[in-house]
């Protein structure tokens, strides 16, 4: 069964801000490293992905949405997980919990583009590449049942 990719990670000085709370900004650092590690879990190291494949998979769009603002030095999963896999993108889902009560901090995701490196022209997402991930493609509300994560109401 798929389910998400988690990370743990430490909110850092570099982190915070003056008040001592999560910059906004941060999230994306934090999003990249379990990007980067889903990867590799896939066997898709960006190391060497880029030139066996020969594609760029650039961001064409970033959004996170703000649940509790954690502090530095407090403990973080980031769980990474396939939302979405089209012709030439996928969205790559995001869920930031503090350890160790599951407070949900954020949510977010990512859009990549599948481009060739040469022109940097959309074309279609390898099927290895598809093929590879698919350990880590699942829905939202999947990956928020494994995770724990209890919706609230709006």
């Not at 999963?77 to 949900?104: C, K, L, N, Q, W």
């Not at 990549?112 to 509300?141: H, M």
Request: aromatic share 14%; with cysteine; charged share 25%.
């Amino acid at each position: 069964m798929p389910s998400p990719f988690v990370i743990e990670e430490y909110v850092r000085w570099s982190d915070v801000d003056f008040a001592g709370i999560i910059f906004y900004g941060s999230y994306v650092r934090f999003f990249e490293l379990a990007e980067t590690e889903l990867f590799r879990a896939a066997f898709l190291p960006f190391g060497t992905v880029f030139g066996q494949y020969d594609v760029f998979l650039p961001r064409v769009q970033v959004h996170t949405e703000f649940h509790f603002p954690p502090r530095l030095d407090d403990h973080l999963a980031v769980a990474a997980y396939i939302g979405h896999v089209g012709r030439s993108s996928m969205t790559i889902e995001f869920e930031v919990i503090r350890r160790p009560d599951g407070t949900h901090c954020a949510d977010g995701h990512m859009v990549l583009v599948c481009v060739d490196r040469a022109e940097l022209k959309p074309r279609p997402i390898p099927q290895g590449f598809i093929t590879q991930l698919e350990p880590f493609t699942l829905s939202r509300a999947e990956a928020r049942r494994q995770l724990g994560i209890v919706e609230r109401p709006a």
